[in-house]
């Protein structure tokens, strides 16, 4: 599939998808043209891609771990990653659970107390 296909499916743009090519996360094959093709997998991988970026990993970080996903194996070094980014992100959930704690009430106080 071309390359405007993945980005409506994957719900990414053109742009970002060529960024994940130049940073060696996506690599299509290449049309008799020259043009990009990406098989339906790809479609998944940015999904993959997006999630990592959203939890906070660095484009370098998941380029280290992309193999974990790709093999389900890991090396020393990629499985001290992982538990360092786990402990990262549930850090990050802890800390917002207790922010959420608050808010929860103060929208109760102010239920409470109409203007």
């Known amino acids: 599939m071309r390359i405007g296909e993945v980005a409506q499916r994957s719900g990414v743009s053109v742009r970002a998808l060529r960024y994940y090519e130049e940073q060696g996360l996506l690599t299509p094959g290449r049309g008799p043209g020259g043009q990009r093709e990406y098989t339906e997998d ?18 370098r970080r998941i380029a280290e771990l992309l ?11 990629q499985r001290a990653m992982l538990a360092a980014e786990h402990a990262r992100i549930k850090r990050q959930i802890d800390h917002l659970t207790t922010v959420l704690g608050r808010l929860e009430k103060i929208v109760e106080a102010a239920a409470d107390r109409p203007a």
Do not use: F, K, M, N
């Not at 790809?42 to 484009?59: D, F």
């Open 67 to 77: 193999p974990c996903i790709e093999t389900d194996t890991t090396t020393e070094h």
């Open 42 to 59: 790809a479609v998944t991988r940015v999904h993959i891609l997006q999630q990592l970026y959203a939890a906070g990993l660095s484009s």
